[in-house]
């Protein structure tokens, strides 16, 4: 009995807490902002399950523990309902009085809208009901099988993400024919409730076959001889290749434009992974080659820069990857001795130093100041490329897309190759025990040196790209916030991770251009999601099985069915 | 590399040579006004077991730190197998065949075992970051022989096969210990340094350590150099035991006359009858 009363005390207080973090996302307007998305039309919006989502979570982390089922069905209920008395009482509250001088976001569109439109002393039992509701829910989802809990949660993924990809979907199935599809899924807003259901029996009949067909794949090809082998590995290549060069073809302009974001962040990840990753050199301040990649590309290519010289563009290449592992070379002689924290706050200061030589007066007459360099042609020097035989017109973000991702797939080979050599290894010494990797017979002061000017070629090449792309450079593009993004792209997906870097770059990337709304609170998500990574999942989404091992060792025999890379509600907000 | 077996002809360098493979002559260590080491002359004859003993805080470490290069003498010399290294960079030193040890255990925790081993060769492998960005045949031949050699090392010094894809730090005590070996003789030293082997090991271990070590200079012909503090391991393995107190050499011989050393009885086993 002992057992239970401790659930329920930790019912309440994670209920409390719950209530804190609703309470917090509706004050600073991200949930206002979202539920003007409709999710599911006249049903729910993305506001509404933004605001459902952490009594759901805490529901399901609560009634995980302990045997009986009724004690863990209440820890729910009862975890779910102190969160939505908190709820409750701060609308009657903020009903009653007005504090809007104090907190500008609750405003009476919010206050109606977390009444359900109704009175405020309706509204504020609906929220109680409703809360209460979810925290049952998420312990039910603790206590069923993971075989129906999977499924069901993988559903609920994809409705709520197909109804985000809306605006970009429906003109794409347009321009494929496919109208009658878009028809049926999509109402003006949101999807329809037939279109959500069928989305959601796809999802989860999805993720029930999809473990089979693949288990059963595995197991023909582990049987075939090595020769067939060799011919699968050969054809699935040709088909990614085929597919990521077709990418832009079948998303269209808008989503190339996202997709060429995406691949500038993860080709800087990949930069940053060498000297963070694998030598454990914290740096702040790598905005810096990622600005001496633009900087000097526009130089060295632009008609009317201060050179004047106007090469083409992979005339200038060599010139500007050895410019940059130069600059790392100079940024890192001096911090060669730092550690740790000190070498971060050191690279924080030169990333600031670089911004600020580039912007300034004096330098003026090389870099122009805060009006930058113009005239940077395209990349293939022409705007437009027209391919023959499949008839596509590569312009702006269909054609930069190519270069970027034949510059990624460059360095992730090279990262790859590095990883898994004597350099590698004499890296990863030198972040586990700088002094012992140093009796060992690693030379550190080369070492580091070679993580950053490695790590500032390959920052340089988004730099390039990025500076062809906008036709021009400016030093405000070129400001911290762009370290710490990379930083967390690498955090996000898993430390010296590479499939986890492109995870990182399409989540923090990908998914902001794809919800406007997110655009204000961009940083919030990215404190919030890293806040969450660190307590849930410290190796990233896609982790090195190495890291992996290092941080997961004691859960793994606690529950060996742990959900694999799939989202939690939580994590989705 | 040129060996891809345990070959004790590479370990064992150059025989031609001098019959002392090191010598450290009136080394000093001061850390602000604290003399760690006064005036110490040291030496090692090829292919020997000798030992470092002394009370806690007697300047071991400190003296052990000097000759790998973590700490330049303040003054005197020292001298590796015909190559002045006074004041080398750590590096240096293990790239002219000193490996060692730690008294609290020092592996790369979160790589795995036969990485930390591979980490151990690093000295003897030439590839540079250039040829494995582009993948050379010579240094993927290297790397295959590094493999080789580096799963020998970990069956050499006794860890079992499926360890070799552990965490260093998942490995049980014993092992880490084993492990450590492996990584420092990885790198084919001449001299090996071994800081307090059998610290935290319970009598049976402690044995098979100190049988290890005797099979290490018999198979490999290493010279090996131990700091011990427990009197009882050193006196069955080294020939000769280097006793030092305050800072400074109080005595130098065999096993059995630092026994009978009145000096130290006074400042060592003294100072263990009273404990």
Same mark, same amino acid.
């Given at each position: 009995?002992?057992?239970?009363?401790?659930?329920?005390?930790?019912?309440i207080s994670l209920?409390?807490?719950?209530?804190?973090?609703?309470?917090?996302?509706?004050?600073?307007? %991200?949930?206002?902002?979202?539920?003007?998305?409709?999710?599911?039309?006249?049903?729910?919006?993305?506001?509404?399950?933004?605001?459902?989502?952490?009594?759901?979570?805490?529901?399901?982390?609560?009634?995980?523990?302990?045997?009986?089922?009724?004690?863990?069905?209440?820890?729910?209920?009862?975890?779910?309902?102190?969160?939505?008395?908190?709820?409750?009482?701060?609308?009657?509250?903020?009903?009653?009085?007005?504090?809007?001088?104090?907190?500008?976001?609750?405003?009476?569109?919010?206050?109606?809208?977390?009444?359900?439109?109704?009175?405020?002393?309706?509204?504020?039992?609906?929220?109680l009901a409703l809360a209460a509701a979810l925290g049952l829910i998420g312990a039910v989802a603790a206590v069923?099988?993971?075989?129906?809990?999977?499924?069901?949660?993988?559903?609920?993924?994809?409705?709520?993400? %197909?109804?985000?990809?809306?605006?970009?979907?429906?003109?794409?199935?347009?321009?494929?024919?496919?109208?009658?599809?878009?028809?049926?899924?999509?109402?003006?807003?949101?999807?329809?409730?037939?279109?959500?259901?069928?989305?959601?029996?796809?999802?989860?009949?999805?993720s029930i076959a999809w473990p089979r067909v693949r288990a059963r794949y595995r197991a023909r090809v582990a049987a075939a001889d090595p020769g067939t082998q060799a011919t699968i590995r050969g054809v699935t290549l040709l088909l990614l290749i085929v597919f990521l060069l077709a990418l832009p073809q079948i998303a269209g302009s808008f989503l190339s434009q996202v997709l060429v974001f995406v691949g500038l962040y993860t080709l800087l990840a990949l930069g940053l992974n060498i000297v963070v990753g694998y030598a454990g050199l914290l740096d702040l301040g790598y905005v810096a080659f990622y600005a001496v990649g633009s900087y000097l590309t526009a130089l060295l290519t632009s008609p009317i820069s201060s050179l004047g010289v106007g090469l083409p563009f992979w005339v200038a290449l060599p010139i500007v990857i050895l410019g940059a592992a130069v600059t790392g070379l100079f940024i890192g002689a001096p911090v060669l001795r730092l550690r740790g924290d000190y070498l971060a706050i050191v690279t924080l200061g030169f990333g600031e130093i670089a911004r600020l030589l580039f912007l300034s007066d004096a330098l003026k007459p090389w870099f122009g100041g805060t009006q930058g360099i113009l005239g940077v042609p395209p990349l293939f020097g022409v705007a437009k490329v027209s391919v023959p035989i499949l008839g596509w017109q590569l312009t702006g973000p269909t054609l930069t897309y190519y270069p970027l991702l034949f510059f990624c797939v460059i360095a992730a080979i090279v990262a790859t190759r590095l990883k898994y050599s004597r350099i590698g290894r004499a890296w990863n010494a030198m972040r586990e025990d700088e002094d012992v990797a140093q009796a060992t017979g690693v030379n550190v002061t080369n070492y580091k040196l070679l993580a950053f000017a490695l790590g500032a070629s390959v920052g340089c090449l988004g730099g390039a790209v990025f500076a062809t792309h906008l036709a021009s450079v400016f030093p405000g593009t070129f400001n911290i916030l762009v370290s710490i993004t990379v930083l967390s792209i690498i955090i996000l997906g898993g430390m010296g991770s590479i499939p986890g870097v492109v995870v990182g770059a399409l989540a923090l990337i990908g998914l902001p251009e794809l919800l406007r709304e997110f655009a204000e609170f961009k940083l919030l998500v990215y404190g919030g999601v890293l806040v969450l990574m660190m307590l849930l999942r410290p190796e990233g989404l896609l982790p090195d099985r190495v890291r992996q091992q290092e941080l997961h060792e004691a859960d793994e025999e606690e529950e060996p069915g742990a959900d694999g890379g799939a989202l939690t509600p939580a994590e989705q907000g | 590399m040129e060996t891809h077996a345990i070959d004790p002809q590479a370990m064992m360098g150059d025989e031609g040579g001098a019959r002392l493979l090191l010598e450290a002559h009136k080394v000093t260590k001061q850390f602000e006004g604290l003399t760690a080491n006064r005036d110490i002359d040291f030496d090692i004859p090829r292919n020997a077991i000798v030992a470092i003993i002394g009370p806690n805080g007697a300047g071991k470490t400190t003296f052990f730190n000097q000759l790998t290069g973590i700490y330049a003498p303040t003054s005197g010399s020292i001298s590796f197998d015909g190559v002045d290294i006074t004041g080398m960079q750590p590096h240096e030193?293990? $790239?002219?065949?000193?490996?060692?040890?730690?008294?609290?255990?020092?592996?790369?925790?979160?790589?795995?075992a036969i990485a930390n081993v591979q980490v151990g060769r690093h000295v003897r492998m030439r590839g540079q970051w250039f040829h494995a960005i582009f993948g050379t045949p010579s240094i993927r031949r290297e790397e295959e022989e590094v493999l080789q050699r580096a799963r020998e090392l970990l069956e050499l010094v006794g860890l079992r096969r499926r360890t070799e894809n552990e965490l260093a730090k998942n490995l049980s005590y014993g092992d880490q210990r084993r492990l450590e070996v492996a990584r420092a003789l990885a790198s084919d030293p001449k001299l090996l340094l071994l800081d307090e082997p059998t610290a935290g090991m319970n009598p049976g271990e402690t044995r098979q350590m100190t049988d290890f070590i005797g099979r290490l200079r018999r198979e490999l012909r290493l010279t090996i150099l131990l700091i011990e503090h427990d009197?009882?391991?050193?006196?069955?393995?080294?020939?000769?035991?280097?006793?030092?107190?305050?800072? $400074?050499?109080?005595? $130098?011989?065999?096993?059995?006359?630092?026994?009978?050393?009145?000096?130290?009885?006074?400042?060592?086993?003294?100072?263990?009858?009273?404990?």
């Open positions: 009995m002992r057992g239970s009363a401790s659930q329920l005390r930790r019912a209920g409390l807490i719950t209530g804190a973090v609703m309470l917090y996302l509706v004050a600073v307007g %991200i949930v206002l902002a979202f539920s003007a998305r409709n999710t599911i039309t006249g049903v729910v919006t993305l506001g509404r399950l933004m605001l459902a989502a952490p009594p759901l979570a805490a529901g399901y982390v609560v009634a995980r523990r302990g045997t009986d089922l009724a004690p863990r069905l209440v820890a729910g209920l009862l975890l779910g309902a102190v969160s939505g008395v908190i709820v409750a009482a701060a609308l009657l509250f903020a009903s009653a009085v007005d504090i809007r001088h104090i907190l500008v976001r609750i405003s009476p569109p919010l206050l109606a809208f977390l009444a359900f439109d109704q009175d405020a002393s309706i509204g504020a039992l609906l929220n069923v099988p993971s075989r129906v809990r999977r499924p069901a949660i993988t559903g609920v993924i994809g409705v709520v993400v %197909i109804s985000m990809l809306e605006p970009f979907l429906r003109p794409r199935l347009t321009d494929f024919k496919l109208e009658g599809v878009s028809r049926f899924l999509f109402t003006h807003k949101g999807l329809s409730i037939a279109s959500a259901i069928v989305v959601f029996a796809i999802f989860a009949v999805g | 030193v293990a $790239e002219l065949g000193i490996a060692r040890t730690y008294q609290n255990i020092r592996l790369f925790q979160n790589m795995t009197m009882k391991v050193v006196m069955g393995v080294s020939e000769r035991i280097t006793v030092l107190d305050y800072g $400074e050499k109080i005595a $130098e011989g065999e096993p059995a006359e630092i026994r009978a050393n009145p000096r130290v009885i006074e400042a060592y086993l003294g100072k263990q009858a009273t404990a």
